[in-house]
Each structure stands twice: as structure tokens, then as C-alpha cells.
């Protein structure tokens, strides 16, 4: 599946040898690629988790384990119409909630400030009311916070793949 793909290159492990984080660096290559074209990447490790991030921005992987027990992974894209919308538990009737009461852009804002400020606003709003958010990246933790402290959320990709998008229901009565 990957013959037909230009790919760019990033190579992550002096960053794991280093102790550092990788993801960064990697959402920003990924920020940075052109329509059809994959990612090949080089890490220290089988990267899991980033895996799930990759299919949800639009990537399958093929994923191989070098002789020296480090690991290649081709993120290639996959043709879609629509942009998959992705939810916690009790969120499927979404299209139901009342209208954003505010609306953040925190696309300018480097993790962990945009999370940060969610969290905040949202304790400022009464059960049942929405906040809309709009990210320059997926949060890796925001939505399962978000669920830790009775909250709903759904969230998605725009079309251009360069910015998430997430409506946040305050928990509670509402």
C-alpha cells in the first residue's frame, strides 16, 4: 500500500536516547505534509500510542522492526470523504445540545496551555452549558480528563486535517 506515496522522513530516537518528547516533533512533521504524501518514521520503540493519534488524523501504518530491534513506521494516507467524529460516552446525541455558550481558538497555544484552558473556563460554566474549542492538534489527555471529571465532548479533524475541533457539555444536571 505505501509504493504509490511520497513519504518525509523524521527520525525520532536521538530524541527518545535523549530522554526527550518525541510527539512534538512529530505532529509537527505531520502538520507538515502535503495532500498524499506519508510520513516515515524511526523510533527506539513499537510507538503504540501514536498509532490510534495517526488513524484518527487519516493514516493507516505499516509498522516493522528493524535487525536492530528499533522500529520503522510508514504512516500512509487514507482517501476519505469525511472526517470520522470521535466522542465520550454519552456524547452520540451531540447534535442535541444547546449552543456554545463560548467559543475558544487556542490554535496559537503550545500543550499544555490550551488544555489547561479549557479546564479552566469550563469551571467557570453551570452544568449543561457547551464550550467550543479549536486545537492545532488532537490532546492526548484532554478527552479522557475531560471524562474524569463528568464532562462530554465531541471532536474531530476540520477538513484540512490542520486543526481539531471539540464541543464540550459541563457535567452535572442540565
Known sequence: ??????????DVRPILRRGGE???AIMDAVQSLR????????ATFRPVPLLSVMARRGYSAEVKEL???EWEVLFVPVSQTSTKVFHSMGAEEAAAWPDPLWSVDLTEHVPPAPMEKVLSLI???????VLFAVFSEESRFLGAELEKRGHQW????????RAYRMLIRVGGEG
Request: proline share 10%; glycine share 12%.
Open 35 to 42: 495532500p498524499g504524501e506519508g510520513l516515515q518514521l524511526f
Open 154 to 161: 465531541v471532536g474531530n479533524l476540520d477538513t484540512s486535517k
Open 22 to 24: 518525541p510527539f512534538p
Open 123 to 129: 469551571e467557570l460554566m453551570e452544568p449543561g452549558e
Open 1 to 10: 500500500m505505501s509504493t504509490a506515496t511520497n513519504f518525509k522522513i523524521l
Open 67 to 69: 535487525d536492530s530491534g
